[in-house]
């Protein structure tokens, strides 16, 4: 007799993380900084923050802030478009149970912080 399959309860956040300059981080030379665009599987929003921070910085990343913008289900109540490419990482974040990162977005001066249209 098979068993049951275990419900997963892990779902996909969407984060945007900004990120600090740090030895080794990749970005581009005269970069100040950058924005990731991330979909990480987590069984809350908090637990996916703090798999998605602990990575970063094994990546020689320098995580400064967090921005949650919830699960698939919670983007699409607040009337958010969600591509079909977009859908295809999350089914990956999901599937892998990791964090994948969708964007990276280099800050030069004067390009302190995240731009409102990252998110859509």
């Known amino acids: 007799m098979d068993k049951p399959k275990k419900i997963s309860r892990q779902q996909v956040y969407t984060l945007l993380v ?10 581009p030379k005269n970069a100040t900084g950058g924005a990731l665009m991330i ?5 809350d ?3 996916a923050v703090r798999e998605t921070v602990a990575i970063l910085k094994q990546a020689d990343l320098a995580p400064l802030d967090v921005t949650g913008y919830g699960t698939l ?3 699409e109540a607040q009337g958010h478009e969600i591509a079909e490419d977009e859908r295809e990482l ?3 974040a ?5 964090v994948v990162v969708a964007q ?8 302190e912080s995240a731009e409102d249209g990252l998110v859509q």
């Open 90 to 92: 999350m089914e990956r």
């Open 39 to 43: 979909y990480a599987s987590g069984v």
């Open 45 to 47: 929003e908090a637990e």
């Open 104 to 111: 990276l977005t280099p800050f030069f001066k004067g390009e």
């Open 18 to 27: 900004q990120v600090g300059r740090k030895d080794g981080d990749g970005l």
């Open 94 to 98: 999901l599937a892998e149970n990791s």
């Open 73 to 75: 289900e919670e983007r």
